[in-house]
């Protein structure tokens, strides 16, 4: 089955979007973002503590909307591999989340 995570031209003001799922009875923050015509997905967990990345809505790039930010250590991931090549989980990567296209949306299967 798939379910839609949100429309592509709800990531046109910050590049990314948050969703919580409820995924057998528990509560997962996902977000997907589009970089450099790429839409991809992770679970919204910071490998050094697993908080969540962002502190403001939406908003997981850095200032300069190279890197994926972490607000709450200042960790910076690759936004291609999630690969933190700075900060005090270098080394540790997000978690991927699959996420793809169809039509004007972003959906999933892992349901």
């Avoid at 979007?17 to 839409?39: P, Q, T």
């Avoid at 190279?66 to 910076?76: Q, V």
């Avoid at 990567?93 to 996420?99: A, E, I, N």
Wanted: with cysteine; hydrophobic share 40%.
């Amino acid at each position: 089955m798939t379910r839609v995570l949100c429309r592509l031209d709800e990531l046109d003001a910050t590049g990314a979007r948050e969703i919580v799922l409820n995924k057998d009875g528990a509560r997962v923050s996902v977000f997907v973002l589009k970089y450099r015509g790429h839409i991809l997905g992770y679970v919204n967990s910071c490998p050094h503590v697993r908080l969540p990345l962002n502190w403001t809505a939406d908003v997981f790039l850095d200032v300069s909307r190279t890197y994926l930010f972490c607000a709450n250590h200042g960790a910076h991931f690759d936004v291609m591999s999630g690969l933190c090549i700075r900060g005090p989980c270098k080394g540790q990567s997000l978690t991927p989340y699959p996420v793809r296209v169809e039509d004007d949306s972003i959906v999933t299967d892992d349901i």
